[in-house]
């Protein structure tokens, strides 16, 4: 288990951070109104609330023109991640690369939503062996989100299949 120390790091190296982002969930993502949006949206295609520095411009109002869903979302840091790795690269007039950071981001998404069920399974009375699987696998994704590699898809696809895998065992073995 780890100590409280050990948790608030890992917390927050799971916190986003918009002003490292380029609104990156404001473009790469679809909305549709029915789930908290006011307006529905394509992925790929920026909200029209986005400015020019990546900022909404209809923050402090959302709520009340219906974009609730705004603030129940939370990349988990895979934003500033992802803004990262492609900040040197013409994203903005090359609409491959865009694509790429786009992909890249969603990605993302799925290996910090699995490394935060991994964090938390270490709050589970498991075996010790099973608790070093489970740091494996957390060490695997850590790498994976943290690196600035061009291909990440591969070991991604399955490390992600692997820590699935592994949290069903876990529901099945640890104590409830």
Partial sequence: MRSEWGKQMSQAEMTSDCSRCVGLCCVALSFQRSDGFGHDKVAGDPCY????????????????????GCGEFD???????????????NWRRDPAVARQLHARFSLLIRLQ???Q????ADDLD?????????????????FLADTH????DGPAAAVLAEA???????????PH
Avoid: P, W
Wanted: proline share 0%.
């Fill in 49 to 68: 609330h986005l400015d020019t520095s990546f900022r909404c411009s209809i923050h402090a109002r959302r709520e009340a023109l219906g974009y609730d």
């Fill in 126 to 142: 498991i075996q010790t062996e099973l608790n070093d699987v489970r740091q494996e696998l957390l060490d695997r994704i850590i």
């Fill in 117 to 120: 069920a991994l964090i938390e």
């Fill in 75 to 89: 990349c988990l840091g895979a934003g500033q991640r992802a803004t990262s790795v492609f900040s040197t690269r």
């Fill in 164 to 174: 699935k895998d592994f949290l069903g065992e876990l529901a099945r073995v640890a």
């Fill in 113 to 115: 939503e699995m490394r």
């Fill in 149 to 152: 590699h061009d291909s990440i």
